[in-house]
């Protein structure tokens, strides 16, 4: 048997067990060992009867000291009882329909028993417990145990086994993925102890050791794979788009560009004109202008005669973005086009021909725009908005598609720290954008208590009665915890707004689980001003451009991340108007308070973003979104964040060194599989 052989060389795995751990994607004895454990249970040390509590999980040495009896006690149930005893005390053990245990048990014998005592008065018992002889203890018992996720139909018990068989006949195939110096630098564990401690540690202490060496290599690898397709980029010749300095194109704007924005398009332009292909992501908050930026790109490579294409995440942004694009660039002499799914089958078909032919310079669209089989004559750059739903997968796909690999744009609104950024977009350059355009005001931000709403109405009314728009955001409502008091849905404060506080207003609703040309007819009736507050889920989060909204209310402010209140709150504040946002507090307290207080004082969203990662950890970042990273075994990128810096350093330093890994094939070799992976999951 051997490492990557499949887990049916096992014994004890036949066809059913090997597919139910094809169930969680194990396919190969390596799989079966990488599946680390969830927990442990410390069953090393060995207590007296008469020291238990009631609901304590321990080990005790007993003897059994009444033969066990079978009893029925309804069809199909029942138990087997018997008593044990040590120097200090007896108790009662049971078994639930497990009458064949009595035939591995002996009446005067020695075991080790570890499972959960319950006390009732001076009555001592333990229900189900795991048992072995005494002079076989160190298996089940008398050790740390690992305890592992399950599927259906596999047992803990099946697979510690099928762990413990397979780590005994390949361990020793494990290779070092990780430099000999990385290992010794930080004093990690050879992979092949690693693996044994995680599955089989004789302390805590120990398997924390092998998680943390387990962790390292993890991070190291995807460093390693996104540093190397970094490396491949740089090297790939693009379309070349030389001597554009950007100033024709800022010449015709209405306003002067911010410095920040110059450096950007600057920094981009210089990349097109390199003979490489561009990668870059532009990283600016809500309102900072990033769309310039692509504006400035698009028209530089339809200049030199190429085509690019805009990729927004919904089709009213497409919408949106195909009108700001076609208002700058068409006096300018670029033929824009949109492309969407909703469109009918002669516009589409019109818009597909314009591109096929070259008569088009830019497509405007939905992610949908490179699937969907559209031709290009000559596409030579892909922009795309809101950068977290486009991952390194998408990314990887869209390089595959045209002959010589476009320029690649990404523009990006969620401020993430630097430490996360390196990893998202290990293989993108970067230009922040840290400069509003002046004169924007800022968004005068409340935190208020429940004891405000009637004000709180009084003022959206006095509001929408000089004509501007209003949100209200709810909370998603995760399911099971519809009970959860004071936790209104959006769908209740709709129906509530609509019939008892605001019946003489046009109110719409917006919510994740509508069908998505639902969504998109509710967000254009807001965006024409027909509806005049809109109440919704966080779906109006992404860029969406109302400048007439000027009011954002959030219910259970508590309930969010601060950068996604950020980002809620630079849906107002785009237009002329002066803006506000309002946070209900909800019953938060405490650190949510202290939370929310950051968001009232501070207006910078990556300042904000630290703020958050320093108040709640960083999980929150990698929560629901969809990143578009490998999976991670064992690795948790947030609560790795001081790992993952190292062992990027460490990544680099190697690929400084051989940047084709041929020094270290078993590296390369697992690199290639991680980024497969990343393509095709
Ligand atoms: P975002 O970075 O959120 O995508 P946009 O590109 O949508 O921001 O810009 C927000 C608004 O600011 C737009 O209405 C845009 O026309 C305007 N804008 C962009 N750059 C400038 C600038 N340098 N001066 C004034 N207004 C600007
Ligand atoms: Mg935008």
Redesign the pocket.
Known sequence: MHLYDGVRYLKGIGEQRAKQLEKLDILTVYDLISWFPRSYEDRSVVRWLSELGDGESACVRAVVVSTPIVSRIRKGMNLTRFRIADDSGSAEVTFFNQPYVKNNLSVGMRYTFYGRFQKNGNRLGLLNPTFERIEAEGKKTGRIVPVYRLTAGITQRALTDAIAQALENCAGELRDLLPEETVQRFGLMGIREAYRSIHWPQTLQEALRARERLVFEELFVLAAALGSLKGERKKASGYPIPGEDGSAFAAALP????GA?QRAIREALGDMASGRAMNRLVQ?????????VAAACIHAVCRAGYQAAFMAPTELLADQHFQ?FSRLLEPLGVRVVLLKGSMGAKGKREAREKLALGEAGLAVGTHALLSEGVEFQNLALAVT?EQHRFGVRQRAALAAKTAAPPHILV?S?TPIPRTLALILYGDLDVSV?DEL???RQKVETYAVEESMRPRIERFISRLVEEGRQVYVVCPMIEEGEEDVQDLRSAAEVYEQLRTEVFPQYRLGLLHGKMKASDKEAVMAAFVSGEIQILVSTTVVEV?V?V?NAALMVVENADRFGLSQLHQLR?RVG?GKHKSYCILFKGKGGGVSSERLDALVRENDGFRISEEDLRLRGPGDFFGSRQHGLPTLHIADLAASLDVLKEAQAEAARLLEADPGLERHPALKERVAAVLRGAENG
Do not use: E, N
């Open positions: 306003f002067t560009l911010t924005q600016g908050d809500v309102g900072s202008g990033k769309t310039m700001t908005d523009m609104a954008i355009p002046p004169g860029g451009d400048p630079g785009r």
